[in-house]
């Protein structure tokens, strides 16, 4: 069974950065395609940027420039740089593993940007 964890979260400035981690048990990182989604309050959740088991990324244009993600074969594991955060980037970000239509997500870390 695939289980995600997600880290990384956190209080940041407008401006600041932050790197949510996504590490994989139960399956490899490498062999589906991969991807972080965000839901603000009131809000569906949103895809942010993927990654497949090629390596070609995707990144939302609402972020394009400021985040980046990557995977770490050998953690078993996939990223997000978050670079230039704003208020509006504030919401709960999943990570999600795409070995089935329904997909095996994580728990979710809080991001919260203050202006």
């Known amino acids: 069974q695939v289980r995600l964890v997600e880290s990384g979260g956190g209080l940041v400035q407008t401006g600041g950065s932050l790197n949510l981690s996504c590490e994989v048990s139960?399956?490899?990182?490498?062999?589906?395609?991969m991807g972080w989604y965000r839901q603000a309050p009131g809000n569906q959740r949103v895809k942010v940027a993927t990654?497949?088991?090629?390596?070609?990324?995707y990144v939302a244009g609402s972020v394009a420039g400021r985040f980046t993600i990557n995977r770490d074969n050998a953690k078993n594991a996939i990223y997000l740089q978050m670079n230039s955060l704003k208020p509006g980037d504030t919401a709960v970000y999943y990570c999600?593993?795409?070995?089935?239509?329904?997909?095996?997500w994580g728990q979710g870390t809080q991001v919260t940007v203050s202006s």
């Open positions: 999600a593993f795409w070995d089935t239509l329904d997909g095996t």
């Open positions: 139960g399956g490899i990182a490498s062999q589906y395609t």
């Open positions: 990654i497949t088991s090629g390596g070609t990324t």
